[in-house]
């Protein structure tokens, strides 16, 4: 072949695609992630080149290629009827996923002939550039690729939106964008930690000023106005959005999320169903409902004489929903744990126990996730198997992880209770005031660490961990 397979490989890496962007499917479920972007075109045309562009890349990670192709077809179609002027600096993300896709098919020919398009059309768009170019469109297409792959790309996606937003810093897609990344990175806002809030909630104003007929963004600001406590101010907002688009299942999703919140759970369930019936595979739907479920039994839970029927039959729905999801989607690890304390809810711990080991001996889980799985088994473990010494066991696994969260925190504070007791009653013995000399450790509380050690070592006077822990602590001060 004339062509020199180490040159192609070079041009290929230098293009602006999904390829080069570095999205790892291990991050994902592909079968949902495919679902998602099917659903998203159904509803929202306008970003459907950058839908069928990400789509093709997903068929790829799913061994498609022809499928691949098909999808990448669709984008330049909507390319050439939604921008006539400007084909070639339009399609260059298409064209890349071209050259990449032919690549990976063999068909080099094919590839480099995509290879050539995107350099020539890079340099008539710009003298310096090769096959390399800064188009802010290019950026925001990579941030919202990135954010389609979940939270480990949240940060890389508010910078490209912030790349993006250089060169047009009134583009209301663009500032969209760069909110919704925003709102992302803050996290669950019930677990934040005192983070700052406001340049968050000013992206999202700035963005729904721009655009206000972009319901999906008038959502997350309500959403985020709930969390700042502004609840009657974003309630307008959310029925601002549901006057205007009443069968957009995204803003739907975020409507019932609001209601949940707020406690009308029965509200948010008939919005989620609505939501489910015109996207009936929307894996996030499914974990709404199961959430909104298993509030409904922890209420009735509280009742003096709970009705059993009503019980079995909301236990019955939370865990269907629930299983949907982790079937569908099995990176989604909340998931899990909302499974296994469900089970626990209608007393089945043998089940609960197979969910929690199933997902405690997986080594894919970012450490957020995992410090959340151990401060829910330990609560298990604690609460309903009525071993503390299993919790407090796993109460301290969390702490050992150093990313800061809000499940740190409360397992910090569980596992201190917990051995505070033991030791005021006297069944606590050295093991359990070197824990607490271990947490104190931990969390940098050095003369209460000291305390608990030089306790733990007059009990213990031969137990290197203890001796060891105190030089090391004397040493540091």
């Given at each position: 072949?004339?062509?020199?397979?180490?040159?192609?490989?070079?041009?290929?890496?230098?293009l602006?695609?999904?390829?080069?962007?570095?999205?790892?499917k291990?991050?994902?479920?592909?079968?949902?992630?495919?679902?998602?972007?099917?659903?998203?075109?159904?509803?929202?045309?306008?970003?459907?080149?950058?839908?069928?562009?990400?789509l093709?890349?997903?068929?790829?990670?799913?061994?498609?290629?022809?499928?691949?192709?098909?999808?990448?077809?669709?984008?330049?179609?909507?390319?050439?009827k939604?921008?006539?002027?400007?084909?070639?600096?339009?399609?260059l993300?298409?064209?890349?996923?071209?050259a990449?896709?032919?690549?990976?098919?063999?068909?080099?020919?094919e590839?480099?002939?995509?290879?050539?398009k995107?350099?020539?059309?890079c340099?008539?768009?710009?003298?310096?550039?090769?096959?390399k170019?800064?188009?802010?469109?290019?950026?925001?297409?990579?941030?919202?690729?990135?954010?389609?792959?979940?939270?480990?790309?949240?940060?890389?996606?508010?910078?490209?939106?912030?790349?993006?937003?250089?060169?047009e810093?009134?583009?209301?897609?663009?500032?969209?964008?760069y909110?919704?990344?925003?709102?992302?990175?803050?996290?669950d806002?019930?677990?934040?930690?005192?983070?700052e809030?406001?340049?968050?909630?000013?992206?999202l104003?700035?963005?729904?000023?721009?655009?206000p007929?972009?319901?999906?963004?008038?959502?997350?600001?309500?959403?985020?106005?709930?969390?700042?406590?502004?609840?009657?101010?974003?309630?307008?907002?959310?029925?601002?959005g549901?006057?205007?688009?009443?069968?957009?299942?995204?803003?739907?999703?975020?409507?019932?999320?609001?209601?949940r919140?707020?406690?009308?759970?029965?509200?948010?369930?008939?919005?989620?169903?609505?939501?489910?019936?015109?996207?009936?595979?929307?894996?996030?739907?499914?974990h709404?409902?199961?959430?909104?479920?298993?509030?409904?039994?922890?209420?009735?839970?509280?009742?003096?004489?709970?009705?059993q029927?009503?019980?079995?039959?909301?236990?019955?729905l939370?865990?269907?929903?629930?299983?949907?999801?982790?079937?569908?989607k099995?990176?989604?690890?909340?998931?899990?744990?909302?499974?296994?304390?469900?089970?626990?809810?209608?007393?089945?711990?043998?089940?609960?126990?197979?969910?929690?080991?199933?997902?405690?001996?997986?080594?894919?889980?970012?450490?957020?996730?995992?410090?959340?799985?151990?401060?829910?088994y330990?609560?298990?473990?604690?609460?309903?198997?009525?071993?503390?010494?299993?919790?407090?066991?796993?109460?301290?696994?969390?702490?050992?992880?150093?990313?800061?969260?809000?499940?740190?925190?409360?397992?910090?504070?569980?596992?201190?209770?917990?051995?505070?007791?033991?030791?005021?009653?006297?069944?606590?013995?050295?093991?359990?005031?070197?824990?607490?000399?271990?947490?104190?450790?931990?969390?940098?509380?050095?003369?209460?660490?000291?305390?608990?050690?030089?306790?733990?070592?007059?009990?213990?006077?031969?137990?290197?961990?203890?001796?060891?822990?105190?030089?090391?602590?004397?040493?540091?001060?």
């Open positions: 072949s004339t062509i020199s397979m180490d040159s192609l490989k070079t041009s290929l890496l230098q602006e695609c999904h390829f080069t962007w570095a999205l790892l291990e991050h994902v479920g592909l079968e949902a992630l495919e679902e998602t972007i099917l659903d998203h075109i159904k509803f929202f045309i306008e970003y459907e080149i950058i839908d069928y562009n990400i093709s890349y997903v068929c790829h990670l799913k061994n498609s290629n022809e499928e691949a192709l098909r999808n990448l077809k669709k984008a330049e179609e909507a390319i050439k939604r921008h006539p002027g400007e084909i070639a600096r339009r399609s993300v298409t064209w890349g996923n071209y990449w896709i032919y690549y990976h098919m063999q068909r080099y020919e590839a480099q002939t995509y290879v050539t995107v350099e020539n059309s340099k008539k768009l710009s003298s310096t550039a090769h096959g170019i800064q188009l802010p469109e290019i950026y925001a297409e990579q941030g919202w690729a990135l954010l389609r792959f979940g939270g480990n790309y949240f940060e890389r996606a508010k910078n490209c939106f912030e790349n993006a937003l250089k060169s810093p009134n583009n209301p897609d663009f500032n969209a964008g909110a919704t990344a925003m709102y992302r990175l803050e996290g806002p019930w677990k934040r930690c005192g983070a809030v406001k340049p968050c909630l000013e992206a104003q700035r963005a729904v000023e721009l655009n007929k972009d319901t999906t963004i008038m959502a997350l600001l309500a959403l985020e106005l709930q969390r700042l406590q502004r609840d009657n101010e974003g309630e307008r907002y959310i029925e601002e549901l006057q205007k688009t009443p069968d957009f299942p995204v803003v739907l999703r975020h409507a019932a999320n609001f209601y919140r707020k406690g009308e759970v029965n509200k948010a369930v008939q919005i989620l169903k609505k939501a489910l019936a015109l996207t009936p595979n929307a894996v996030v739907l499914h709404q409902l199961g959430l909104c479920y298993r509030f409904k039994i922890v209420q009735l839970k509280k009742t003096r004489y709970p009705p029927e009503e019980m079995e039959n909301l236990i019955q939370a865990l269907f929903h629930f299983k949907t999801v982790i079937d569908k099995p990176v989604f690890f909340y998931a899990y744990n909302d499974l296994a304390n469900t089970y626990a809810l209608g007393k089945r711990y043998k089940e609960a126990e197979e969910i929690f080991q199933k997902v405690l001996q997986r080594n894919d889980l970012p450490c957020g996730d995992k410090q959340e799985l151990y401060f829910n330990g609560n298990f473990q604690r609460f309903h198997m009525k071993s503390e010494s299993k919790a407090i066991k796993y109460y301290v696994e969390c702490v050992k992880m150093e990313e800061d969260s809000y499940a740190r925190k409360r397992c910090s504070e569980a596992a201190e209770t917990l051995l505070k007791e033991k030791i005021e009653n006297g069944s606590g013995h050295a093991a359990d005031i070197g824990t607490l000399g271990l947490i104190y450790n931990l969390n940098g509380k050095k003369q209460e660490a000291i305390a608990c050690y030089e306790k733990a070592t007059a009990l213990d006077p031969n137990n290197e961990e203890y001796l060891n822990a105190l030089a090391e602590l004397q040493l540091s001060i």
